[in-house]
């Protein structure tokens, strides 16, 4: 088990946090990395401070050996790396002992995306409790109409797990996002702090309404947040994950489902449908098209399995 960060590890964990704003998911990530990098340093009595270019890639050698995969190496490095450039701004340091280290290249898997069929299938099966546990005590409708509401905004409007659980009822100073109803918008914050506001479907929106009907029972006095647990404070993640997954095992999906899913279904069935590649960067908040660009060869996968079943030169005999 690692120790927890010391004083000054905790002070860059902070900032992180306030200033950098990293999802709690990233933000976990890379304090498992730094508890590691604290744990191999007092292990060989180095400070860290003080810690070489060859002593950091010994450790960084140490992360393969591990059999780390090439995506959680380069998660501790880009960890790594950050604090000691955070340390030189404040002179605790004079260079930054891992740049120029780059990270082993990892194979991008495509994302995996529903079909139109299964993403309707899937919002169309009636919602239930996933939780027989606390039945007795769980206002079923009002869960149920909670999830779908938030399987439509994911689905419809493309947001990310943490932009849809920082929606607000309302607009306010505090609020990280909000939903406008009348205007059929939802305004959220995303990654880097970048503020974007993207349309809601009519199916969501026939959806939130029935939420806004049910939320009162649920949702604490005084809670601002858009999706309430049952213990009437703002949802977090795990347990949305949790019954997504319910869900789509209830509609007799066989690939599991998980909320980013919905997410990259949205961007690859929005550009089958419209070729508007800029157009589905924008709505999904990416700083580069090149990130974008990767749901061109899913459109692709779709076209080769229509070409598949439908050309007769295709068709085996």
């Known amino acids: 088990m690692l120790p927890g960060l010391s004083v000054e590890l905790q002070a860059f964990t ?46 960084v050698a140490r992360l393969r050996r591990l059999g780390l995969a090439p995506r959680s190496i380069a998660i501790a490095l880009a960890a790594w790396r950050g604090l000691y450039r955070w340390w030189g701004q404040y002179g605790v340091v004079e260079s930054n002992p891992l740049a120029g280290l780059r990270p082993p290249k ?9 079909s139109v069929d299964d993403a309707v ?57 909000w939903l406008d109803v009348p205007d059929a918008t939802a305004h959220v914050l995303g990654k880097g702090s970048k503020r974007r506001s993207v349309p809601v479907g009519r199916a969501a929106l026939t959806a939130l309404a029935d939420w806004l009907l049910h939320r ?14 049952q213990r009437g404070t703002r949802l977090d993640a795990n347990p949305l994950r949790t019954r997504l997954q319910a869900q789509a095992r ?6 599991p489902v998980h909320p980013h ?23 999904l908040g990416h700083a580069s ?10 459109d692709f996968q779709h076209l080769a399995k229509v070409y598949d079943a439908a050309h007769p030169r295709a068709k085996k005999p």
């Open 261 to 283: 899913m919905l997410r990259h279904s949205f961007a690859s069935h929005v550009l089958q449908s419209s070729g508007d590649l800029r157009a589905v960067q924008e709505l």
């Open 250 to 255: 209830r509609a007799g999906l066989a690939t």
């Open 216 to 229: 009162p029972t649920l949702a604490a006095p005084g809670e601002v947040a858009l999706f309430v647990s």
């Open 106 to 114: 990892a194979p991008k898997p495509l994302p995996k995306a529903l």
């Open 121 to 177: 299938a899937l919002a169309e099966h009636p919602g239930a409790d996933s939780e027989p546990a606390l039945a007795a005590r769980a206002n079923t409708p009002a869960l149920a109409a909670r999830d779908l509401a938030i399987l439509e905004l994911l689905y419809g409007s493309g947001l990310r797990i943490a932009e849809l659980l920082g929606l607000d009822v309302q607009a306010s100073d505090r609020a990280r996002g």
């Open 289 to 298: 098209i090149s990130t974008t660009q990767v749901y061109t060869k899913l």
């Open 14 to 59: 902070t900032h992180l946090q306030v200033q950098r704003r990293l999802a709690p998911r990233t933000l976990a990530m890379y304090t498992h990395a730094l508890q590691r990098l604290q744990a191999w340093a007092l292990a060989d009595a180095v400070a860290l401070p003080q810690a070489s270019s060859v002593q950091l890639r010994t450790w």
